[in-house]
């Protein structure tokens, strides 16, 4: 008798967790889990049978040249091109078919610093990606003007994103990609422009949010600076991601299973 | 709701873009009113049929028509001009990167274009007062009803228009196209009763005509509430049928661009 109330039990008790697993990500250690991912536009392969993962709390750096695949890849996570083979979890998310949980879950940075919106100034953009994020008003206003602060932004975010110059444009985006607070960071060539002090900085900001158990991907071209304090580093060559020699971690990474 | 937030903060950003063209919106207003002023001439020569007797019956009929299509006109073309915009400038992928469904965002995307067209007409209408243009009968429950159910259906249109735009980057000009036959055939500015039969039958397929025909008889004529009733009720299933379907088509878009990689592409 007391059988069909237990599945009964069991089953609600699956629907109720998975439904909830569904909101929070899996709860898996890996941030990022890319499993025989293969894309081409127009007819030329961009990326061919790319695996590779990236643990919760740890930076990884895929650099290559130009052309090699690395945007489109950045692209797959953030669920703006869709994978013609293979799955990509982010979060635990599946890219292809939990794209808005995907989405809730990542801050992203293109490389593309029209992104933008230019006859605006830096804080009204991020009040409106905030907006949409779902933030409130005042996290808004709080985190806007500690990421303005920290990326030394504070002598420009009045006026017009336009008056702007490119390294400031590109700090913005990061900004707009961390405003969020988000578990998954991905960087797309977020150094273009930057001097050295905004490299460092730059630097500092994504060490601490991966410090802070966030997953964080930073696809550029070959810059020591960076992968010096990346966790895993790989490289991408004619839409293959290979892994390189390890870097010195900053601290223990998790292993993958 | 996350709809009416998000839809705000892009009505919002797209005001402060607005204003940074500092202009453009006396333009629209004189620009609008201009364009009426031809009717309160032309109105003098109609003198036939409903317009018999009265030299500025027939203005009074273009006001309404004309400022009623002034509001919606940016509401179907607005929403693909924007994701145009937005494709042009290079944010539509980064939009396409938020948490946010879809549909959210084409709405957005005439948000600001609604409110501005709205605030055009009311200045424009209280401009046609000195010259002729009166509300002779009002029903303010019936206009405001018709004025939300048209603003639905007109979105959903601008919808379809923007997954052409993020399909294949193409929707203005076929959104245009299909507003200026829709214009023609319901009444904007003529009785649909002077369309040939065929064309009557057409215009039965317009949800503005629907619109138009309440509109004027809650402000022009003295009609009891039930002799709405069917208009409303045509109304109400074109916004529950267009609105849920051009979801559909504009999530379906964002998945071609997807699969083609081109939401970054114009």
């Known amino acids: 008798m007391l059988l069909p109330v237990r599945l009964g039990s069991a089953y609600l008790f699956e629907v109720m967790t998975s439904a909830r697993d569904r909101r929070r990500g899996n709860g898996s250690a890996i941030g990022i889990d890319v499993r025989g991912v293969s894309k081409s536009l127009r007819g030329r392969q ?6 590779f993962a990236v643990p919760r709390g740890t930076i990884a750096v895929i650099e290559g040249d130009n052309g090699a695949g690395k945007t489109t890849l950045v692209r797959v996570l953030a669920t703006v091109v869709s994978p013609d083979s293979g799955t990509a979890l982010v979060n635990g998310f599946d890219v292809s078919r939990q794209g808005l949980d995907v989405r809730r879950s990542i801050g992203v940075s293109f490389a593309n610093e029209r992104s933008l ?30 990421l303005i602060d920290e990326l030394h932004l504070g002598r420009v975010a009045t006026g017009q994103v336009a008056r702007m110059s490119t390294g400031q444009r590109q700090r913005l985006m990061v900004a707009r990609a961390l405003l969020s607070d988000p578990k998954v960071i991905l960087l797309d060539e977020p150094f273009r422009g930057l001097d050295e002090e905004g490299l460092q900085t730059l630097i500092e900001l994504v060490t601490t949010r991966a410090r802070d158990g966030k997953t964080v991907l930073i696809v550029a071209p070959l810059i020591a600076a960076v992968t010096s304090v990346a966790d895993r580093t790989y490289r991408i060559e004619a839409g293959s991601v290979l892994p390189m020699p390890a870097g010195p971690a900053v601290r223990p990474v998790p292993e993958l299973p | 709701m996350s709809v009416i937030r998000i839809v705000l903060a892009v009505a919002k950003k797209d005001f402060r873009t607005a204003i940074s063209y500092r202009v453009g919106f006396v333009s629209a207003v004189i620009a609008s009113f201009w364009g009426l002023i031809a009717f309160r001439f032309i109105s003098k020569l109609v003198n036939t049929g409903e317009f018999a007797g009265d030299t500025v019956a027939y203005f009074r009929y273009a006001v309404v028509g004309l400022l009623f299509a002034s509001i919606l006109e940016p509401v179907a073309i607005g929403t693909s001009t924007s994701a145009r915009n937005e494709q042009v400038q290079g944010t539509l992928e980064y939009m396409a990167s938020q948490p946010v469904r879809r549909i959210y965002l084409g709405l957005s995307w005439s948000a600001y274009g609604l409110f501005q067209s709205m605030v055009i007409a009311a200045i424009v209408l209280l401009l046609t007062i000195p010259i002729g243009f009166r509300v002779t ?44 036959i829709i214009g023609v055939i319901s009444g904007a500015l003529f009785p649909v009763s002077e369309l ?3 064309l009557q039958a057409l215009s ?11 509109l004027r008889s809650a402000t022009l004529a003295n009609q009891p509430a039930t002799s709405f009733t069917e208009d409303l009720l045509v109304l109400v299933g074109f916004a529950l049928v267009t609105l849920p379907v051009s979801a559909w088509v504009l999530e379906r878009s964002f998945r071609v661009a997807q699969r083609r990689g081109t939401l970054s592409t114009f």
């Open chain 1, 117 to 146: 919106y230019w006859r605006i100034n830096a804080f009204q953009n991020l009040e409106l990606f905030g907006k949409i994020a779902g933030l409130r008003k005042s996290v808004i206003a709080e985190r806007s003007a500690s």
């Open chain 2, 137 to 180: 009968h009002l029903n303010l429950p019936v206009v405001i009803a018709v004025i939300i159910l048209s603003i639905v259906i007109f979105a959903a249109l601008g919808n379809i228009g923007a997954a052409l735009v993020i399909a294949v980057q193409q929707g203005s000009v076929i959104v245009a196209g299909a507003l200026s």
């Open chain 1, 46 to 51: 961009i990326l061919q049978d790319v695996n």
């Open chain 2, 196 to 198: 040939p039969s065929w």
């Open chain 2, 204 to 214: 039965r397929l317009s949800p503005l005509t629907y619109a138009l025909d309440a």
